[in-house]
């Protein structure tokens, strides 16, 4: 018998010192997920479509926030050495009976109609210094208000305080029979208020789930599991592996082996793990009928059973009741991060890969264009400047050989005569004011067409290097020489014939005439005076006369002969120095040159500033680029590591053992 007790106890020691382990390496792994899942938080996370188990896609890091918070809470569950039972169900399952019931005496208010509207907490009366009375909390472990234990009935049914918990602390006088009062482990039951009872209860009720180490949840057994309860256990069991399941209110089941059938079928579907476990987790019992002493054996034996397994579910498979819960959130939190890393970190490299191919072809681009800047931008104004000055010099050579050659233009003028002299002169000057318009306007069209020459050949040389086309407006080009009227300037350079003009046209043969007027008058005058001369020095001066009259008209035939070569030089030479003299060829050359430079300047001005935009556009989304991709890699190793630091946790989870010896 001694040797007996000495290898239980030597047992028991050797159990405990497992639990003690296990529980410490539980500790250390929470302490950990619950810094890995606070740097998860620091990260932009992408959420993959996969389901996970615990974190909730639509909100990814209020869930992060949430699980470190819950973790916070299974460490201080985990270091409690008290067992906090969640005593739950649907709306009238005889939550409050069965209570009752463990305690075998009236505490907690229970009727035919729903009672608890608030959290009750069964607590041993020995951990409140043996006195029994209700600790009234307003909030979940605020400050309290001591009541009466007789009160409690009133408190449940009206609560018009609006207490929102009431720990009751109460005698169990069952000895070792005791649930409350064990030896080991101190056990609370809290008695909660019916799923449906209203939506608000029933989310307080969910969020007391991470305080809770063991859930009896109690079913009655004519309505089975219904869509609350189900929602309620498939929330609780991301969490605890087992659910302790007590299908209450039997007796009043006719087709009982049928019933039982149903329900198991329905566990089995809602939790494999306690179907698997079903003799000792899930008992078909009648409360009432066990409090009451109704002296029916059958329900007490099958009441004793639940109560024998319950206690040795709570008190003794501590590896079970305690640490499994702890182990299974652990397992489903940690296959949650392993996912997130693992997606995030393959997320951010394709990302990371993707900026790649975009900086390889960006780049390239900005450094073409940065060659533009450099080769081709800032030659713009020595471009401009020497295509003025080669339409200058052009200009200037054109209209100086046209001048000097504008007799010969002149010869297709018709000559009609002497007497159409004057005629002749404005016909003249008519055709030399047309030539020059003439030519004013090619030089023109060739002053245009050169500088649009210019703007095509820069637009060829850099057109290649863009990495999109840069349109060059040559519509200005077009409007600013269009503007350019020079017909004023050749009306203003132009000769004009005035009474001066005929005088310097006649004076070419006033000398012929003067001949004829002094040959006719000095004969004229011989004959007058013949009676004072001798008739042979008569006839001598009248010869004489005769040859001079004869000459002048002689002479003034040739004059008029050559009098339209005499106009046509004439024209033409005044015509050279009325333009030298106005200088006409500098002024036509400059006005077109300026034009010149002033489209190119128009035209050079739009373009670069749409040049210096997506210049400066692709050099901004380079470096985003380059920025993008420098995050992605922050991200992806950070998401590595974090992957590789998880892996290992559940590595370290995974030689956890929770399998009591």
């Known amino acids: ?58 909100n990814i890091f209020d869930s992060l926030r949430d699980m470190a918070v819950h973790m916070d809470k299974l460490e201080v569950r985990l270091q409690d050495a008290r067992a906090r039972v969640l005593v739950t169900g649907d709306l009238n399952a005889g939550k409050s009976t069965f209570v009752n019931t463990l305690l075998r005496r009236q505490v907690v208010p229970d009727d035919q109609q729903p009672c608890t509207s608030l959290f009750v907490e069964v607590v041993d009366a020995a951990q409140n210094q043996d006195r029994e009375e209700i600790h009234a909390f307003r909030e979940f472990e605020d400050n309290h208000e001591i009541l009466a234990l007789d009160g409690v009935r009133e408190l449940v049914e009206e609560n018009a305080q609006n207490y ?74 991301k969490e605890k592996a087992f659910i302790f ?34 003799d000792s987790l899930v008992h078909f019992v009648s409360a009432r009928n066990v409090f009451t002493n109704t002296n029916e054996q059958e329900w007490v034996d099958v009441f004793d059973h639940l109560e024998s397994s319950l206690r040795s579910f709570i008190v003794e498979k501590r590896f079970q009741s305690k640490l499994a819960p702890i182990r299974l959130y652990l397992d489903n939190a940690l296959d949650d991060l392993i996912h997130v890393s693992n997606y995030n970190a393959s997320y951010y490299a394709a990302n990371m890969m993707e900026q790649d191919l975009k900086i390889s072809k960006t780049q390239p681009d900005v450094e073409r264009m940065e060659t533009i800047k450099t080769q081709h931008i800032a030659t713009i104004d020595s471009l401009i400047e020497s295509t003025a000055a080669n339409i200058t010099t052009h200009v200037i050579s054109e209209l100086s050989s046209f001048i000097d050659e504008i007799d010969i233009f002149l010869d297709a003028v018709e000559w009609e005569g002497f007497w159409n ?19 004013v306007r090619r ?162 001005w739009t373009y670069q500033n749409n040049f210096q935009n997506l210049y400066l556009k692709c050099a901004s989304e380079l470096e985003q680029q380059k920025k993008r991709k420098d995050d992605n890699d922050i991200f992806q190793r950070h998401f590595a590591s974090l992957f590789a630091k998880t892996q290992s946790l559940k590595q370290q989870l995974s030689h956890v053992h929770l399998q009591q010896q």
């Not at 087709?255 to 306690?274: A, G, M, P």
């Not at 002299?421 to 020059?436: D, G, I, P």
């Open 421 to 439: 002299a004057w005629f002749y002169a404005n016909t003249l000057r008519q055709v030399v004011f047309k030539l020059t318009s003439i030519r």
């Open 164 to 237: 929102k918990l009431l720990r009751v602390y109460c005698h169990d006088s069952r000895g070792d029979k005791s649930l409350l009062h064990n030896g080991v482990v101190d056990v609370s039951l809290i008695d909660s208020p019916g799923l449906n009872i209203d939506s608000m209860k029933t989310t307080s009720l969910f969020s007391k789930q991470q305080e809770i180490d063991v859930i009896v949840f109690v079913v009655n057994a004519e309505n089975h599991f219904t869509l609350s309860g189900r929602e309620f256990l498939s929330t609780a069991l």
């Open 443 to 604: 030089e023109h069209e060739f002053a245009k067409a050169f500088t649009l020459k210019s703007i095509l050949k820069f637009h060829e040389q850099v057109e290649t290097l863009l990495p999109s086309p840069i349109p060059m407006d040559t519509s200005i080009v077009d409007d600013t020489f269009s503007k350019l009227s020079l017909e004023n300037e050749v009306e203003s350079s132009m000769v004009r014939f005035d009474t001066t003009d005929t005088f310097d046209i006649l004076q070419d043969y006033i000398p012929s005439l003067g001949f004829i007027l002094l040959g006719f008058t000095g004969y004229q005058g011989l004959g007058w005076s013949a009676l004072n001369l001798t008739t042979q020095m008569s006839k001598i001066g009248k010869m004489s006369f005769s040859a001079i009259a004869i000459g002048g008209i002689g002479f003034l035939v040739y004059s008029l002969a050559e009098m339209q070569t005499s106009i046509k030089l004439k024209t033409a030479k005044k015509t050279r120095t009325y333009l030298e003299n106005a200088k006409f060829t500098a002024k036509t050359a400059d006005l077109l040159s300026s034009t010149s430079r002033t489209s190119l300047r128009k035209v050079f």
């Open 245 to 278: 399941i007590v299908v209450n209110k039997f007796d009043s089941i006719r087709r009982k082996d049928r019933c039982k059938s149903d329900i198991l079928e329905q566990i089995r579907s809602i939790s494999q793990s306690t179907f698997e476990e079903a």
């Open 1 to 58: 018998m001694q040797q007996r007790e000495i290898s239980t106890s030597a047992a028991q020691t050797t159990e405990w010192s497992g639990y003690t382990t296990a529980k410490n390496s539980l500790n250390f792994i929470l302490n950990q997920a619950k810094l890995l899942a606070q740097q998860y938080e620091q990260m932009e996370i992408k959420v993959s479509d996969q389901e996970l188990s615990i974190l909730k896609k639509q």
